[in-house]
Nanobody, 122 residues
Framework: QVQLMESGGGSVQAGGSLRLSCAASGITFSSYCLGWFRQAPGKERERVARIYSGSTVYAGSVKGRFTITQDNAKNKLYLQMNGLKSEDTAVYYC?????????????????WGQGTQVTVSS
């Protein structure tokens, strides 16, 4: 049974930093495309960053501010978020794609965590 569990969300002032973690079980971490998505109220779920075989891709809105990394030995995925802005406020989800398509669309991803809230106040 695949399980993904996020942690590290919270409230921060604009310009601050947070580090999200995602603990995974039931999958061979290095064989999956892994990603972070976010969903703000009334908006669609959007991909923030993804990583596969060491290659990373970021949404334009977070490039240069967010960093996605993975620790295969610990089966953990991370998202370091610096320079946070009010528009980064959302529920953040980690996800895994066993087909390794690393698609932009959320519907293409196979496994999801329950989400963690990030609130940035200006």
């Amino acid at each position: 049974q695949v399980q993904l569990m996020e942690s590290g969300g919270g409230s921060v002032q604009a310009g601050g930093s947070l580090r999200l973690s995602c603990a995974a079980s039931g999958i061979t971490f290095s064989s999956y495309c892994l990603g972070w998505f976010r969903q703000a109220p009334g908006k669609e779920r959007e991909r923030v960053a993804r990583i596969y075989s060491g290659s990373t891709v970021y949404a334009g809105s977070v490039k240069g501010r967010f960093t996605i990394t993975q620790d295969n030995a610990k089966n953990k995925l991370y998202l370091q978020m610096n320079g946070l802005k009010s528009e980064d406020t959302a529920v953040y989800y980690c996800a895994a794609d066993r087909g390794q398509l690393c698609a932009t669309a959320a519907r293409e991803w196979d496994f999801w965590g329950q989400g963690t809230q990030v609130t940035v106040s200006s």
